[in-house]
């Protein structure tokens, strides 16, 4: 199986998140030269569009050096707190971005404390420090005492920590003197399959998966998001629900993300984020097995 990481990124509204995420997918070449993409791809959402916030979480993917990173887009509203945390259990690490100026926020806060109980591995990104208000290092002491304040063991206070313009996809692993020095999001990336462990996989027991999310498909009905904790998954495979084990169900088409959209798969094994379709009664938080 292919090695994964399953980052999520957490932010408050307004700190670059989702355009950041923009960067990342036009770096690593999701888009042919002539395709046009306008700014905040994953805000498809005619309610996000306008309000300029992430109200449904969504993952997509990108391949660096032979890993697939699936970055978890996730909402930076207080009204959509619950959402985070189902989103949270899917990924191995998260992306922490903070204002270069306003620093870790009260929603950052509450995000990154169930970040940390879950035992995600964090990494800190100072965004917008080009900005002429930018105060890098009073941020950063504000993100060590948040960190002190909310970490479970002692590992999670050596947390990795690199600035970014993220509207101009650029990255530094120090801060630059002069921020037009040219740089790309590759230091991101890098940190990433560096920090962030690979999810623990395990191909051999039962298949395992506990609803996270729901979607909707005009043809294929509800379908079932979440994260393979063990076992593989195929097409035409008989499936059951934690909350009636007597009904039989049938996974009619599995999905997986590629880029920004999905491709059906004929399996899937443990570790990776994958869409079942066929579960038409499944509800989040339940889980699905054999």
Do not use: W
């Amino acid at each position: 199986m292919q090695p994964i990481r399953n980052i999520a990124i957490i932010a408050h509204v307004d700190h670059g998140k989702t355009t950041l995420v923009d960067k990342i997918l036009h770096f690593c070449n999701l888009f042919r030269e002539n395709e046009v993409q306008g700014d905040l791809i994953l805000d498809s959402n005619d309610l996000e569009r306008e309000r300029g916030i992430t109200i449904f979480s969504k993952n997509v993917s990108v391949q660096y050096k032979g890993v697939k990173i699936n970055i978890i887009d996730t909402p930076g509203h207080a009204d959509f707190g619950g959402e985070v945390e189902r989103v949270l259990k899917m990924a191995d690490g998260v992306l922490l971005l903070v204002d270069a100026f306003e620093g870790p926020m009260p929603q950052t806060r509450f995000v990154l404390k169930k970040a940390l109980e879950l035992g995600l591995k964090p990494i800190v990104v100072v965004n917008k420090i080009d900005k002429p208000y930018a105060r890098v290092d009073y941020v950063l002491k504000k993100t060590e005492s948040l960190f002190l304040e909310l970490a479970t063991i002692e590992d999670q206070l050596e947390f990795p920590v690199i600035y970014a313009v993220g509207r101009k996809g650029r990255v530094y692993n120090a801060l630059p003197e002069d921020f037009s020095t040219p740089a790309t999001v590759d230091p991101l990336l890098e940190k990433i399959l560096a920090h962030v462990p690979g999810p623990k996989t395990d191909d051999q027991k039962s298949f395992k998966m506990v609803v996270s999310a729901l979607d909707y498909d005009s043809h294929l009905g509800r379908m079932s998001i979440g994260k393979i904790h063990q076992g593989v998954v195929k097409t035409g495979k008989k499936l059951i629900l934690t909350g009636d084990p007597t009904k039989i169900y049938k996974a009619d088409k599995i999905l997986i993300s590629q880029g920004l959209g999905k491709v059906a798969v004929a399996e899937v094994g443990s570790g990776d984020i994958v869409t079942i379709a066929g579960i038409f009664e499944s509800k989040i938080g339940e889980t699905i097995s054999e």
